[in-house]
């Protein structure tokens, strides 16, 4: 979505977010912006304590969002470096899918 929806979304949920792990719109914002930079999402302790998620968009031939795929542990095995190895496993099991 663009820029203006995804502000629009945060903000229009911003009071349920925080059921999410204490999650806040200043918080769901830097996450937007750093999947966006990386082309993968990452979050963790807030829909779990102690687990983080990796994951990545499933789209059409127009670049639409079909779905979503995603590999969660505990944060102790989830470390950066195995955080960017499951991205890239992703990327490569989607191929023209992502």
């Known amino acids: 979505m663009s820029d203006d929806e995804a502000q629009?979304?945060?903000h229009g949920h911003g009071v349920m977010l925080?059921?999410?792990g204490g999650m806040t719109p200043e918080r769901l914002?830097?996450?937007?912006?750093?999947t966006r930079e990386r082309?993968?999402?990452v979050v963790g302790n807030?829909?779990?304590?102690?687990a983080l998620g990796v994951g990545r968009?499933?789209?059409d031939a127009e670049g639409q969002p079909?779905?979503?795929i995603s590999v969660a542990a505990s944060t102790a095995r989830m470390t950066s470096h195995?955080?960017?190895w499951i991205a890239g496993l992703m990327k490569e099991a989607l191929g023209d899918w992502e």
């Open 57 to 59: 968009a499933v789209c």
């Open 18 to 20: 925080a059921r999410y």
């Open 66 to 68: 079909l779905a979503g």
């Open 39 to 41: 082309g993968w999402a």
């Open 82 to 84: 195995r955080q960017r």
């Open 46 to 50: 807030h829909a779990v304590q102690g």
């Open 29 to 34: 914002e830097l996450l937007v912006r750093n």
């Open 8 to 10: 629009a979304a945060i």
